[in-house]
Each structure stands twice: as C-alpha cells, then as structure tokens.
C-alpha cells in the first residue's frame, strides 16, 4: 500500500504505537453509531466530524514526522482516495441517468430474475451504479405487494455487495486491490466459484422466503406509478455506451504501462493519470448530454456522492497508522494479530467481520498489507506472486488474498455500514414507503440468519 519511507531506523515512520490508529476507529465508530444516536446531529456535521478525525491524525502526525508525514497523507490522497472518488462518483452519476420502465409484476420469479440480473450488472458497472440502476425499477416492479423489505434486504446482499466480486469495478476493495498491482482478470478467475455459488443458494432461500409471502398476501391494484401494460423500455441508453468506456479506460490502464511521473513527490503511474481524465471526461459528457427529466425520474440527489466523498476523505487519511503498522508485519505493535491470522480462512473471516462493522475499502487494504507484510512481500512482487512462482510463501500470499477478497466483498452485506450502497439503497427504500428493518433488526432478522450460514459453507469449501 503506501511506500516504505527511507528514514533511520530510530524514526521510522513504519514503527508506529496502536495508539496512533484512535483517529481511525473513531472516525468508524462514529459512522457506525452517529447515524444511530443521533440522526439529526450526524446529518448536519458529518463532513465537521470527519474532519475532525482526519485533522486529529494529520496534525500531530506532521509535527512528529514532519515532510515524511507529509509524503503520507499526499500519497494515500493522489494513489487512493481521488482515483477511489473518481470512479465512485462517475459510476453514479452516468448510472442515475439510466431509467429503466416497464410493468413487470413483482412475482417471485421477476424478483429473482430482477435480483440476478443485478448481481451480474454489479461486476460491469459496480455496486454503486448497478444498485442504482435497478432500485427503482424492482420498487416499482414490487408496489403493489404488501411484505417487501425483505426483497430490498436481499437486493443489499446480492446486488450492493456480492455481486460485485468479479472484477475491480464491481467494489471498492478489488479497485483498491487493483490499484495496488492485482491484475484486473486475477479476480475474475479466482472469484468466480465463490460468488456463484453464493449468489445460486442466496437466490435459492429469497425465491421461498418471497414466494411464502406472495401466497400470503392479497395483491392489491397497482400503484399509478406502474401502468399495466407498459411495455419494457430503456431511457438514456447512451449513458451504457458511456459506461463500457469507463470499464475500457480501466482495463486499458491495467494493460499499458507507459512509465511513472513525479507529482508533488510521489511517483504515479502515467496510465492512471490518463484514466481517471478519462472518467471524469466520460462522466462530464453523461451528465451534460443527460436529459434533466430522466435523472428527476431516478430521483437523482448528489447528497450520496457528497457524504462518501466527506466521509472518505477522513477515513483514508485516519487509516494511514493502521496500514503501516499491519506492512510492519510481526515487527509492527500488531505483532499479535499477524501471528493469530495465521491461514486464509482467518484472512476470510477477520476481514469479513471489520468490513461488516467498518467499511470493506479500507478494511481490504490493511488486510492485504498484512498479508504483504506476513509473507515478506512488497507491492512491487503482487503480479509476479500471482502469476504463481515458486517460493513457499507465495502459494500462502495468493490463497490468502482470495479470501481478503472474499471475506471484504462478502460480508460488507452483513450491516447497513459494511459498504456504502447499502445506506443509499435502504435510503431510496423508504423514500418510497418501503418499512426498512432498523441497523440491528437487518442484522438479526436477516443477515445474520441468511448470510452466516452462507458464509460458513464458503469458507469450508475454499478456505480450510
């Protein structure tokens, strides 16, 4: 993740105390816990509480380190966060001018095929945008059934989390990932079992769950919002052609390699530079040739954008302590923690488990530095690594990241807070009237129930 800085070794900015990481974990728990105690508080100052904890970190960081801190927070800004942001926020955008109409009957069978059809999209355009694509089209779909947020709730599971683990536009840890050198069809190849056969028992359990409810419920007549008879039809089809360019612009830059640049001191990529223009041109273009009418049928509010990119911008800079200490490795003051995540299926399930009560972006990088820093790898060995070479350890690196990959796509569907489609789609679910299960009633009403078992069979299967 971030480059070793050449120090001495008395002042290394690598050996770092645990207490240096309480910026991060209260920035998280105030993600967690705020919207919660709080709403009303939490919805005015989120950007002042981010801050808060991002400066909390920045400040004494830069009087003890001074240039070395410096270099930090301005490499994990222009190589993660704004590439993260970048992406984020062109996907939503070119994905709210997509509108999707037509009077499909919210019977079993569509909601299935609605929620499959999803969870492939999500690997194409990401969680974000395919969430946002085909939220308002299963809601309108299902306004005439009386019991539906159940539907959502597994519309979070398949289509804002799992589904997205195909390749690094699907999520925001496997673009992080890819960022730091994993090859974009790595996770294709070694992610596709796992999410098929998640996705066949998950889509399994929602068909008897929705179809026991279907029985049960009087179909009443349907809400004007869906004419019977309206036929099938897709608005703003110009906006796909704008998203296959943002998937080419990725995939190229993970093929060209045309050298690095200097830019405040830190070396980027020039492919990068090129790629993230090119979104933004690709989205620039979307929004201006967007008619206003379709993004007013999505609903199109920039508020989600705005709190991930606030939120985020604390997140990345307060998790600088905890990616340092975890490259560390068993020199680092979470020396304990390298030694008890120890095989794949503990990378599969701590890094679940952070990512279902944190967020699974930042929770994949430091899992993957730890990885790096276990195995005695830099950032530089990844493609080589798993291209499968023959030292002992690499076999070890590989098998761990898979489940890195896994276990933070995966379980970011556990709460609300695991990933950030999660809260934008239960948002867009009451707007519309849907009574959405409060952060525990998803919890324990339906994650904990559907998912943990899944979860469980997976890790047998591929981790042990």
């Known amino acids: 993740m971030l480059q070793a800085v050449s120090v001495p070794a008395h002042a290394t900015i690598n050996i770092l105390p645990i207490w240096s990481v309480i910026p991060f974990v209260g920035i998280l728990l105030s993600i967690a816990l705020l919207p919660l105690l709080a709403p009303h508080f939490w919805h005015r100052h989120f950007g002042k509480i981010s801050a808060f904890w991002a400066l909390g970190l920045a400040v004494p960081f830069v009087i003890l380190f001074r240039h070395q801190a410096v270099n930090e927070i301005a490499h994990i800004l222009i190589i993660d966060y704004i590439p993260f942001i970048i992406l984020i ?18 019977t079993p069978v569509t909601n299935t ?14 969680t974000t945008g395919a969430s946002m694509l085909m939220i308002r089209p299963v809601l309108r779909a299902n306004s005439h059934r009386l019991k539906k947020a159940h539907i959502i709730c597994f519309f979070i599971f398949l289509i804002a989390n799992i589904g997205g683990s195909l390749t690094p536009i699907g999520d925001p840890p496997l673009f992080l990932g890819f960022l ?19 996705t066949a028992i998950i889509l399994s359990i929602f068909f008897i769950i929705d179809m026991h409810f279907f029985k049960k419920e009087e179909i009443i007549e349907q809400s004007e919002n869906k004419k019977p008879g309206e036929p099938f ?7 796909l052609l704008i998203l296959s360019g943002i998937i080419s612009c990725i995939i190229i830059s993970g093929l060209w390699k ?9 070396s980027i ?57 975890l490259k560390a490795g068993s020199n680092g003051a979470l020396a304990g923690l390298v030694s008890a995540v120890d095989k794949p299926v503990h990378f ?5 488990i952070l990512s279902s009560f944190l967020d699974n972006a930042p929770t994949y990088l430091s899992f993957f530095n730890l990885a790096l ?25 590989i098998s761990s990241l898979k489940a890195i990959s896994a276990g933070s796509v995966f379980m970011g569907a556990i709460t609300y807070i695991g990933n950030a489609p999660n809260f934008m789609v239960k948002s867009i679910a009451e707007e519309s009237g849907v009574k959405m299960p409060s952060f525990f009633g998803y919890v324990f009403k339906y994650s904990i129930p559907v998912l943990i078992p899944v979860f469980i069979l997976i890790s047998l299967i591929f981790y042990y």
């Open 89 to 106: 926020g062109s996907l939503f955008t070119i994905s709210g001018g997509i509108v999707i109409r037509g009077s499909l009957s919210g």
């Open 113 to 126: 095929t609605l929620l499959f059809i999803g969870a492939i999209l999500a690997s194409i355009i990401g």
């Open 180 to 198: 730091h050198s994993v090859p974009f069809f790595w996770v294709t190849t070694n992610m596709l079992p796992q999410m098929l056969l998640s």
């Open 233 to 239: 039809k897709i608005e703003g089809k110009r906006n």
């Open 258 to 266: 045309p050298g690095d640049i200097a830019v405040l001191g830190i």
């Open 269 to 325: 990529p020039i492919q990068n530079i090129f790629r993230d223009l090119a979104i933004l041109l690709l989205a620039a273009v979307s929004f201006f040739i967007t008619p206003d009418r379709l993004r007013k049928a999505n609903s199109f509010s920039w508020f989600p954008i705005i709190e991930v990119t606030k939120l985020f911008a604390g997140i990345f800079i307060t998790i600088i302590p905890a990616l340092n200490i």
């Open 348 to 352: 599969f399930w701590a890094t679940g």
């Open 373 to 397: 820093g276990k195995y005695g790898l830099s950032e530089a060995d990844v493609p080589a690594a798993l291209a499968a070479g023959s030292a002992t350890a690499i076999p070890l690196f």
